[in-house]
């Protein structure tokens, strides 16, 4: 068995597109998924599976729609990809304040390009560094108030999604204890 993070992507934010963390668990066990575990409301999943990564984005694909009335595109990293991911952590300053970084996980990588533009948007206290489809974000001003992370979406033009460094961290804690 793999075990696996799969974090959606635009749910329960503004009071749209509400997912019930419960009712998410329960459709993914019934899918045949175990050790199936939510952390807060905004799409934190893991489990485990003896299917590869492709096949559970296939059936979390299916499912979801047909069970919540919406799509919403899973980004799903093993926890080899996961613990790879924060070890390779480009920031490890801003470890006293987790919430000033950000993992952008992408499912492609961007273009140079996209880059150099993300780059002139940043403020002169901010920095990202890529590894791995991940860009690591650090934003000592706040995520909120960057224009950078504003842009990242229209900007990489890549599938991502972001997580601060309290979730990551949290989310590899819970990987452990399965």
């Known amino acids: 068995m793999t075990k696996y993070v799969v974090l959606f992507r635009g749910i329960n934010v503004g009071g749209n597109k509400i997912v019930k963390m419960e009712?998410?668990?329960t459709v993914l066990a019934v899918a045949g998924f175990g050790d199936v575990k939510t952390y807060v409301q905004s799409g934190n999943v893991i489990l485990s599976s003896d299917?590869?990564?492709?096949?559970?984005a296939e059936i979390i694909g299916e499912i979801f729609p047909r069970t919540f009335g919406f799509p919403s595109r899973a980004t799903i990293r093993t926890v080899d990809?996961?613990?790879a991911m924060v070890s390779k952590n480009a920031y490890p300053e801003a470890l006293d304040n987790p919430?000033?970084?950000h993992a952008v996980i992408m499912d492609d990588d961007p273009t140079d390009a996209a880059l150099v533009e993300l780059s002139s948007r940043a403020a002169a206290t901010e920095e990202f560094t890529v590894r791995n489809r991940v860009l690591y974000l650090y934003t000592p001003d706040g995520f909120g108030r960057s224009k950078m992370a504003e842009a990242?979406?229209?900007v990489l033009n890549v599938?991502?999604?972001?997580?601060n460094w309290r979730t990551v961290l949290t989310l590899q804690s819970m990987l452990a204890a399965i």
């Open 99 to 101: 919430k000033n970084l």
């Open 81 to 83: 990809e996961w613990n």
């Open 23 to 25: 009712t998410l668990r």
């Open 159 to 163: 599938p991502l999604t972001a997580r």
């Open 152 to 154: 990242l979406d229209k």
């Open 51 to 56: 299917q590869t990564a492709r096949r559970v």
